[in-house]
C-alpha cells in the first residue's frame, strides 16, 4: 500500500453552503501531509468524513485502502484523531481521558505515554474542566500520539499550545514519521507546515487549489531580492519576471519568479555589487498568491 | 461600579424572551385552575368548615402543603393547597434565571469575553439579579391578576403573589451566592436545589409540629404572610431583607475570585483510568451515576412521604366528597385508588429521568465529545446504546424505587409489611409506559437531533396533562389515547393483563430501534 489517503471530487453541502466544492487530496503511506487553508475552507470537514463522521453528498474518498463510512470501526482502529477544538468531559482527568481514548481505539504504549505526559509537562490528575484549551490540547496529543496506529489526523492540533509545546509538538512528529506512520496535519501555521511537511495539499472554498512538495511549490513563486550597487541600477523593470521594484539611493529591491531569478541576477552584476540578499519564497507566499483575490477583493492586495 | 449592567440585562431578557414568561404564565395557570376548582368545591355552605377540621387533623396534608391559617376563607384554602407548589416553581425560576446568567455562562467561557469590555466585574451578577426581579415581579402581576379574575379579593392576592415573590427574591439572592462559591453550573443547581429541599423539609416539621422550626425556612417566612386572611406584611419585609443581604454577600464574594474560578477548589482526580471507565457503557455510567442517584433518591423520598400519607387517606377522603367521587371514579378502593395516582406520578418523574438520560447523548454529540470517541472503534450503535441502556434500565430502577418508597412508606405508617411487595409489584406496571417514552426520546435523537429535547419533552407534558388534569378540565377520554399510561392496568386498582404491555414494550423497542437505524445514518451534527 502506498497512498493513505485518497480523495477526489468530494463534495459535501450543509443546507445551502457547500463546504467542500470537488475536493481533491492525495496522502501517501509514510509521508506528513500539510493540510493547509483559511478558516472555513473545509480542512475539518474533509476530516470529518475521513473520519465517517460526516457522509459526503458525492466524490470519492479511500482511507487505508477502505471505505471511511462503511468501514469506519475497522479504520478507526488503526488511525488516530485530534480534533481542532478538544472538549473533555469535565468531572474525568486528563490521564483518564488519554486511557479512555487509547484503550477505545485498541490499546495505549504504556513506555510512549508516560514518556509523551512528561515532554509535554501535562498533570494527569487534573480534572479536564480545569485544562486550559492547550492542556486539553494537549491530552488529545498525547491520547493520540501513544496509540499504536498507521495514519495521525491532525485537526489544527497546535493552535492552543505555547512555542515551547509547539517544539515538542514537531519532535514528536518526527519521530512518528521516522517510524513509517502518515500525518495528516491540517494547520494554518506555516511555519509549522513547512517544518514538518514533505507535502502539502492548499485549498480553499472547499477546493484544493494546489498540491506538491515544498520544492514544487516554490517553483511557482516569487525570490526577493535586495542589491546595493556602485552605479544606480537601471533598466531593472523592463526586466522578464520582475516585479515590485522599489529603487533609492544606490539600493534596490524586487521580487523576481524563480525562473528569471538568473537573468535578472546578471543584470544586477552590470552595475557592481556592494551587498546582495536573496530570501527564498515562504510558504506565506504561497498562501498570499492563493488568497491574494481575497485580499484583493477586500482592497488590500496587488492584484496578481 | 456597575457598567455595563444595563447592557447584559437587555441581552438576559432576549436570551430569556421565552423562558420567563413561561414560568409566569405557569404560575398564573396554577392559580387560576386552584381558584376555580376551590371556588366552585366549597361554594356549598359548611363545606370550606369540613375541609378546614379535615386538613387540621391531617399531618400528611400539612407536610406537603403548610399550617392550615386561614381556611375560613375560598382564596385561604387556594393559597393553602397552592402554596408549596407555586414557592418550589418560584423558587426555581429565580434559581434558573440567575444561575443561566451568571455561573453557567463563566463556565462556558462567555463572561469572559463580557468582562474584556467595558463591563464592571459586578455587572453580571447584578444583571442577573436584575432579571430574576423582573420575573417575580411579574409573578406578583401575575397572581393579582389571576387571583381577582377568578374572584378572589384583591388585597389577598397581593399579599399572595408578594408572598410569593419574596421567595423567588431570596432563591435570586441565595443562587447569587452559590454562582460564586462553586465553580460549577450543575453544582450550582445542586447547591441551591439542597438549600430548597431542606427549607421544604423544615417548614413541613415546623408546621406539623407547630414550632419555631419552620421560621428557619424562607419557605415558612412566605407562608407566614397569611395571605387571605391576615395579610401581614412583615415577613415579605423579611424576605427582601435577608435577599438584599445575599445579594450583597454575592458582590462581596465576586471582589474576592478570578474569573471562572469558585471560592471552592476542585479536587485532583485519579492519573490511570479504572477498568470500568474505559468501555463506552462505562464512560456513559460515570457522566450519568450522579444524576441517577439523585433522581433515584427524589422519587424514593417522595414515594415514602406519599406511601405514609396513604392509611389517612381514607381519613380525608370520607370528609372530602368531591375528591371521593374523583378517586372514585379510578375504581377500586379508595387507598388503591390514591395509589394509582401516586404511582403514575411517580412513573412520569422516572421518564423524565430516563428521557434526561437519553439526551444526554445529544448533549455529549452538540458538545463535541461524542466526536472523539467515535473516532475511536466505537461503532455509533454501541455508543449510543450506552447512553439508552442508562435511560432504560435507569428509568425501570427509579420507578421501582419509587414503588419501593411508597410500599414501605404504606407499610411502615399502616404497620402492614405485606404492603411493600404489593405495591413495588404495581409500580413495575408502569414501566413499560415510562419505557415508551424513553424510547421517543432515543427516536427523535436519531432522526432529527436537534428536535429531541423538545419533542421528548411535549411527549411528556402531554402524558402528564393526559394522566393527572384531564378529568380536572373535563376532556374526554379519547384526547388522551396517545398516552402510554391510558393503555396501562392502573395497578393496584385494576386487575393487570399482559397484553397492553407486551404491546407497549413492543411499541418502545421499535422506537428505539429507528432512532439506533437512523443514528448510524445520519451526519454528527452540533
Avoid at chain 1, 174 to 200: F, K
Avoid at chain 2, 137 to 152: E, K, Y
Avoid at chain 2, 486 to 493: E, F, S, Y
Wanted: proline residues 4%.
Amino acid at each position: 500500500m502506498t497512498t493513505a489517503i485518497s480523495v477526489t471530487g468530494l463534495v459535501k453541502t450543509f443546507g445551502p453552503t457547500r463546504a467542500l466544492d470537488g475536493l481533491d487530496l492525495d496522502v501517501t503511506a509514510g509521508e506528513v501531509h500539510g493540510f493547509l487553508g483559511p478558516n472555513g475552507s473545509g480542512k475539518s470537514t474533509t476530516i470529518r468524513v475521513l473520519l465517517g463522521l460526516l457522509r459526503a453528498d458525492s466524490g470519492r474518498a479511500v482511507l487505508l485502502d477502505g471505505d471511511p463510512w462503511h468501514d469506519a470501526v475497522e479504520l478507526h482502529r488503526r488511525l488516530a484523531y485530534v480534533p481542532g477544538e478538544v472538549t473533555l468531559w469535565p468531572t474525568i482527568s486528563g490521564g483518564e481521558a488519554i486511557d479512555l481514548l487509547g484503550r477505545l481505539r485498541g490499546g495505549l504504549d504504556e513506555r510512549r505515554r508516560a514518556d509523551l505526559l512528561e515532554r509535554f509537562d501535562l498533570d494527569p490528575r487534573k480534572k479536564a474542566r480545569t485544562y486550559s484549551k492547550g492542556n486539553r490540547q494537549k491530552v488529545a496529543l498525547v491520547a493520540a500520539l501513544a496509540s499504536d496506529v498507521e495514519l495521525l489526523l491532525l485537526d489544527e492540533p497546535t493552535s492552543g499550545l505555547d512555542p515551547l509545546m509547539e517544539t515538542v509538538f514537531q519532535e514528536c512528529i518526527r519521530e512518528v514519521r521516522a517510524e513509517g506512520r502518515t500525518v495528516l496535519l491540517s494547520s494554518h501555521i506555516l511555519a509549522e507546515v513547512e517544518a514538518l511537511c514533505d507535502r502539502v495539499s492548499i485549498i480553499r472554498l472547499g477546493r484544493t487549489v494546489q498540491s506538491g512538495t515544498l520544492a514544487e511549490m516554490r517553483h511557482l513563486t516569487r525570490t526577493s531580492i535586495t542589491a546595493e550597487t556602485e552605479r544606480p541600477v537601471t533598466g531593472t523593470t523592463e526586466l522578464p519576471g520582475v516585479h515590485d521594484v522599489v529603487t533609492e539611493d544606490g539600493r534596490v529591491a524586487f521580487d523576481v519568479d524563480t525562473d528569471h531569478l538568473d537573468g535578472a541576477v546578471r543584470h544586477l552584476t552590470g552595475f557592481g555589487i556592494r551587498a546582495l540578499t536573496s530570501q527564498p519564497p515562504t510558504l506565506e507566499e504561497l498562501f498570499l498568491r492563493h488568497y491574494g483575490d481575497e485580499l484583493a477583493g477586500a482592497g488590500a492586495g496587488d492584484g496578481r | 461600579m456597575l457598567t455595563g449592567t444595563g447592557g447584559l440585562a437587555r441581552f438576559a431578557l432576549r436570551r430569556d424572551r421565552v423562558r420567563l414568561p413561561v414560568w409566569v404564565l405557569a404560575v398564573a395557570g396554577l392559580v387560576t385552575v386552584q381558584a376555580n376548582q376551590s371556588l366552585e368545591l366549597y361554594s356549598e355552605p359548611g363545606a370550606l368548615a369540613s375541609y378546614e377540621q379535615a386538613a387540621r387533623g391531617n399531618a400528611a396534608i400539612i407536610a406537603t402543603t403548610g399550617p392550615p391559617v386561614g381556611l375560613d376563607t375560598i382564596g385561604g384554602a387556594v393559597a393553602f393547597e397552592l402554596w408549596s407548589t407555586v414557592a418550589v416553581v418560584v423558587a426555581l425560576m429565580s434559581m434558573f434565571t440567575v444561575a443561566r446568567h451568571t455561573r453557567v455562562d463563566e463556565e462556558a467561557g462567555r463572561t469572559e469575553l463580557l468582562r474584556s469590555a467595558r463591563v464592571d466585574r459586578h455587572a453580571p451578577v447584578t444583571a442577573a439579579v436584575l432579571v430574576a426581579v423582573l420575573a417575580n415581579l411579574a409573578v406578583l402581576v401575575a397572581v393579582i391578576a389571576a387571583g381577582s379574575a377568578a374572584g378572589l379579593p384583591v388585597r389577598g392576592s397581593l399579599a399572595f403573589g408578594a408572598a410569593l415573590a419574596g421567595i423567588g427574591l431570596v432563591f435570586t439572592g441565595a443562587t447569587a451566592v452559590a454562582a460564586q462559591v462553586v465553580e460549577h453550573g450543575r453544582a450550582v443547581y445542586g447547591l441551591v436545589s439542597a438549600v430548597l429541599g431542606v427549607s421544604f423539609l423544615l417548614r413541613a416539621a415546623g408546621d406539623i409540629g407547630e414550632s419555631w422550626v419552620y421560621w428557619l425556612s424562607p419557605l415558612g417566612w412566605g407562608m407566614a404572610v397569611h395571605p387571605y386572611s391576615d395579610d401581614r406584611w412583615w415577613p415579605v419585609v423579611l424576605c427582601l431583607v435577608v435577599a438584599v443581604v445575599l445579594v450583597g454577600v454575592a458582590y462581596v464574594l465576586v471582589e474576592r475570585r478570578d474569573v471562572g474560578a469558585g471560592l471552592v477548589q476542585p479536587r485532583l482526580g485519579r492519573a490511570r483510568a479504572p477498568r470500568a471507565l474505559m468501555t463506552p457503557l462505562g464512560l456513559a455510567w460515570r457522566l450519568q451515576r450522579g444524576a441517577f442517584v439523585a433522581w433515584a433518591a427524589g422519587i424514593a423520598v417522595s414515594g415514602l412521604a406519599f406511601g405514609a400519607m396513604a392509611p389517612a387517606i381514607e381519613d380525608l377522603i370520607v370528609d372530602n366528597p368531591e375528591l371521593q367521587t374523583y378517586l372514585d371514579e379510578i375504581s377500586g378502593g379508595l387507598v388503591d385508588a390514591y395509589l394509582v395516582v401516586v404511582l403514575v406520578m411517580l412513573a412520569l418523574l422516572a421518564a423524565a429521568y430516563g428521557i434526561t438520560a437519553v439526551l444526554r447523548a445529544r448533549g455529549e454529540e452538540a458538545a463535541g465529545r461524542a466526536e472523539p470517541v467515535l473516532a475511536t472503534a466505537t461503532s455509533r450503535p454501541r455508543w449510543m446504546a450506552s447512553h439508552l441502556m442508562i435511560g432504560l434500565v435507569g428509568s425501570a430502577v427509579v420507578t421501582a424505587g419509587g414503588g419501593v418508597g411508597t410500599g414501605l412508606g404504606w407499610a411502615l405508617a399502616a404497620g402492614e409489611p405485606d404492603q411493600l411487595a404489593r405495591v413495588l409489584g404495581s409500580s413495575l406496571v408502569y414501566v413499560p409506559a415510562v419505557w415508551l417514552l424513553v424510547g421517543v426520546a432515543a427516536a427523535v435523537f436519531g432522526v432529527a437531533p436537534r428536535l429531541a429535547a423538545p419533542i421528548a419533552w411535549v411527549a411528556l407534558a402531554y402524558c402528564v396533562v393526559m394522566g393527572l388534569l384531564a378529568d380536572q378540565f373535563g376532556w374526554p377520554e379519547s384526547a388522551g389515547a396517545l398516552s402510554p399510561f391510558q393503555h396501562t392496568p392502573q395497578a393496584p386498582a385494576e386487575v393487570v393483563t399482559g397484553l397492553p404491555l407486551v404491546v407497549l414494550v413492543a411499541v418502545a423497542v421499535a422506537l428505539v430501534g429507528a432512532g439506533l437505524g437512523a443514528f448510524r445514518r445520519r451526519d454528527l451534527t452540533t
